[in-house]
């Protein structure tokens, strides 16, 4: 946490395990690269949102009003659930959505709406209507009255793990890569990072980057900070193409230390076995790309061997949450997974 010197007040950017208000989702359509899969990918959206509105509410974003109705129809007795059209590209809520810090001064402590700039990681995509969408959504007043503030730095959820008391964990692959902030330097990225985020220290990983995966390493997919003392990290076996690039990030994350200069837990969670695409291409499957809510744990798996011991490291990871598995085989096939498709939106404190 930082202070603002200028307001007199307190930045901070909130674990994902802190209290949530709810959870954003961007809605599949056909006029999208989803077009060839919806008939299976829709009924695991429904399970997500579903199971997270168990626990909290969502926000669904759709494409038009005719989705409006499809969706609305899904959830007919579901109050937790609300859905809003805005225009989109793609689906994927961890990159295109908002980031929410805290500020504290004299009167208290508010939540604010950060809209960071989206590229669709580097230009690789159509996103003139995904980086609008935070916009969008906060003039229909679904993230309440909380103040929206513009951004100009390009930067995407999925990118980034705080522990909500001023460590980032991320990738030097994605946030120092050209093809988003080709003018700012690591220091000037860190330098807006701090500023903005209320963040103090900054834990750069240096390798990880899984096949398949568009983000250029994205943080979610690879390494989670789970406590402030614990990380879940994924590991390969040595005849897996990923070992190398693993077993150098799991030397790197066992030389970190967090905000009060301990050492952390390091959790490993095996990699699923190799799934490919009807081109033959890796996949980027992952259980690291897991969702932390109120009270429990979405956990993606493949149909793969190692879904049961994902399943197990997560519940002693997380003995207070209930793990729910959701089957995203058919959603890595758009190169993402379950954590991808959706944003937190913490809680306004009391």
């Not at 579901?78 to 961890?94: C, L, Y």
């Not at 568009?214 to 390969?236: E, F, K, N, Q, S």
């Not at 076995?273 to 081109?279: F, G, K, R, T, V």
Request: aromatic share 8%.
């Amino acid at each position: 946490m930082t202070t603002d010197i200028n307001n007199a007040s307190t930045l901070a950017l909130p674990a994902e395990w802190a209290t949530q208000e709810s959870v954003m989702l961007t809605w599949p359509h056909a006029d999208s690269d989803w077009q060839p899969w919806l008939e299976k990918v829709i009924p695991v959206f429904q399970e997500i949102a579903s199971t997270i509105a168990k626990h909290q509410k969502v926000i669904i974003a759709v494409n038009d009003e005719q989705m409006l109705k499809q969706v609305k129809s899904l959830f007919p007795q579901e109050d937790n659930i609300q859905v809003f059209v805005v225009g989109n590209n793609d689906t994927w809520a961890r990159d295109h959505g908002p980031i929410c810090r805290y500020r504290t001064d004299k009167n208290g402590t508010y939540r604010e709406v950060l809209d960071f700039q989206f590229n669709a990681w580097g230009n690789k995509f159509a996103y003139d209507l995904d980086n609008q969408i935070s916009q969008k959504l906060h003039q229909q007043q679904a993230f309440g009255d909380s103040v929206l503030i513009k951004q100009s730095l390009i930067l995407e959820g999925g990118s980034i793990e705080s522990d909500g008391l001023g460590t980032l964990l991320t990738t030097s692959q994605c946030l120092l890569n050209k093809n988003r902030n080709p003018d700012l330097s690591r220091d000037e990225i860190e330098q807006v990072l701090k500023q903005e985020l209320g963040i103090e220290k900054i834990l750069w990983l240096d390798h990880g980057d899984l096949e398949g995966d568009d983000t250029d390493a994205h943080i979610d997919t690879i390494a989670r900070l789970c406590t402030p003392t614990d990380i879940a990290y994924c590991t390969a076996n040595q005849d897996d193409e990923h070992f190398e690039e693993l077993n150098k990030m799991e030397q790197q994350l066992a030389s970190f230390t967090n905000h009060n200069g301990q050492i952390y837990n390091l959790h490993a969670l095996p990699i699923p076995s190799a799934i490919l695409s009807e081109d033959g291409d890796r996949l980027p499957a992952t259980y690291a790309n897991f969702l932390i809510i109120n009270g429990a744990v979405l956990l993606p798996i493949y149909g793969d061997k190692n879904d049961q011991v994902a399943i197990d490291q997560l519940e002693k990871i997380f003995p207070d949450r209930i793990i729910y598995p959701i089957d995203c085989r058919y959603i890595i096939e758009q190169y993402g997974s379950l954590h991808c498709l959706t944003m937190q939106i913490p809680a306004i404190p009391e």
